[in-house]
Structure formats: structure tokens, C-alpha cells
């Protein structure tokens, strides 16, 4: 079934940049107020339309997206996992098993993303932490447990070498709804950089891709928001950023050029204090 590859290396270093789907047939979810609520926009070209939900039963910190099944996947900083049901709002805890070095720092913001080559899913953060996720049907020991790997760090010899990442967000390519994909790439946000990166492994790799631009002009982004990438077929990527901009008072949605680091505003969404995104094709 699996691959004989290390738990969660990347599978096929392929990166796709296209911005191939149309946003007006993406469905994004923010997370915000605390964890507490879901923003669901149906038309990304228009933000400020969107639908509040409560959620029930649980703290979320961080939210994701899971192609093989299509469900809406919550984790805490406490390393526990959620089914999250979009129509409720009510949170089911899938009691995960965990051990304790897989709770992240209160103060750190949590970033979420399934590979859709082995579809488990991983949670790094702005203080360093590497967690990943293996579902319960996930087929060997590791099913339905929360594991701690290499804290991130920026390669040898890049660019951004020794510099303390401040991952806040991250996205897998080929996120393609019902099944797996042969080839995933992993990309991140780091907020002090305020740059676009890749994460490679379970060893916590870190390379720069691109300094985030808009209009030619750097941005300087802040750890609120989140990020994904939707795929209607290998290799066609769209990646979809929630982010808040230094100095703004509320977040906006934008796409993001995975190739040059290139950013367009979708639109404003009139809230703040986001704390995850997720994103999938209508």
C-alpha cells in the first residue's frame, strides 16, 4: 500500500505552480475567534460574504483539509485531533494517541496540511515543531498516533541559513479530492521572513523559494491567517493565502505564484485574528 520511504518524508520532489482553478469554485474555511469559529466562503473573489459557524466540542488551533476522504480535520496544540463537521460544527475528538513532546508552545501559531502521496498530515508552528498525524486507517502501527520530528530549520547553505523559522502556514500540490497522488511538494509561509519556503522531511529542512511580492513590492506579512493549495488534477495548483498584512486591521485572501513568490488580492474578508485556512474545489 505505502511506499517504503521514512514516516512522512516527501514523496517526488515535483512542484507544480500553476494557478489553474478558478477561486469563485473554491470553497475556503478560516479558523478564528480563538478556535471557537469558522469562516466558510464559498466564492473566494468575494470574502466579505461569508458565513460564520460555531464550533462545538473541543479547541482547535489549526485546521486541514484531507483529499483522500474529504473531511475538515481540527488539531490542538495538545496534539489532539478533530472531525469537523461543516454543516454543525460539531467537533469529534478521534483520540488520537500522543505523547507529550508533541504539544506545542500556547503562544505559537499552528500550521496544518495532509500529503496526499501517503495522506497523513502534518503540523509544524512558528516555534519549530514538526508533528505529523497518521489517520486511523492509515494501515500499520502508527494509525490514529501523533509523532514529533526534527524541529525546522533552514538548510545548509541557503540563503537563509541559521535564521529561527517562523512557520505559520504550509500546503501540499496534488491535493486531489478521493484519492492519493504519486508525487506531493510541500510549501510554507514564514512570517518574519516573509517569505515562501519548502519543506522537505522529517528532518525539518527548510529551503527558500521566493520573497513574498505584491505588485512588485515586498510584503510584510504577520502569523495570522493560513494557507493551502487546491488541485483539480496533478500537477494544476492554486494556492490560496489568508493573510493579514502588517499595520491592516482585518485579513485578506490572495493567490500566491508558487514559482516567484508573486501575490494578487482576492479580496478583504472585514475580520482579523485567523488562525488557520483551508481550501478544496467545489
Not at 466558510?40 to 460574504?49: E, V
Not at 495532509?114 to 489517520?135: C, E, H, K, L, Q
Amino acid at each position: 500500500m505505502l511506499k517504503p520511504f521514512t514516516a512522512f518524508a516527501l514523496v517526488g520532489l515535483s512542484a507544480g505552480a500553476a494557478i489553474a482553478a478558478d477561486p469563485s469554485q473554491i470553497t475556503g474555511y478560516g479558523l478564528t475567534q480563538d478556535g471557537s469559529t469558522l469562516m466558510m466562503f464559498t466564492d473566494l473573489n468575494a470574502p466579505d460574504g461569508a458565513e460564520m459557524l460555531s464550533l462545538m466540542g473541543g479547541d482547535v488551533d489549526a485546521i486541514a483539509y484531507r483529499p483522500v476522504t474529504g473531511e475538515l480535520i481540527g488539531f490542538s496544540k495538545e496534539g489532539k485531533i478533530y472531525a469537523i463537521d461543516t454543516t454543525t460544527g460539531a467537533l469529534t475528538d478521534l483520540n488520537a494517541r500522543s505523547n507529550a513532546d508533541v504539544v506545542m508552545d500556547e503562544e505559537a501559531a499552528v500550521a496544518l496540511d495532509f500529503n496526499n502521496a501517503i495522506d497523513a498530515m502534518r503540523a509544524v508552528s512558528t516555534g519549530g515543531a514538526n508533528v505529523v498525524y497518521f489517520p486511523t486507517d492509515f494501515g500499520d502501527e502508527k494509525a490514529n498516533a501523533v509523532k514529533r520530528f526534527t524541529d525546522l530549520a533552514y538548510a545548509e547553505g541557503d540563503e537563509n541559513e541559521g535564521a529561527t523559522p517562523h512557520i505559520f502556514a504550509n500546503a501540499y500540490t496534488n491535493a486531489i479530492d478521493g484519492e492519493k497522488q504519486a508525487e506531493t511538494f510541500q510549501y510554507v509561509l514564514d512570517s518574519d521572513l516573509d517569505i515562501l519556503a519548502s519543506l522537505a522531511n522529517n528532518q525539518g529542512t527548510l529551503s527558500t523559494v521566493a520573497p513574498l511580492m505584491i505588485e512588485g513590492e515586498p510584503l510584510d506579512i504577520s502569523a495570522a491567517g493560513g494557507f493551502d493549495i487546491v488541485s483539480v488534477e496533478a500537477g494544476d495548483n492554486t494556492a490560496v493565502a489568508l493573510l493579514t498584512l502588517e499595520g491592516e486591521e482585518t485579513a485578506g485572501l490572495y493567490t500566491i505564484d508558487l514559482k516567484n513568490g508573486a501575490v494578487e488580492m482576492l479580496g478583504d474578508t472585514a475580520v482579523s485574528g485567523f488562525t488557520g485556512f483551508a481550501a478544496m474545489a467545489e
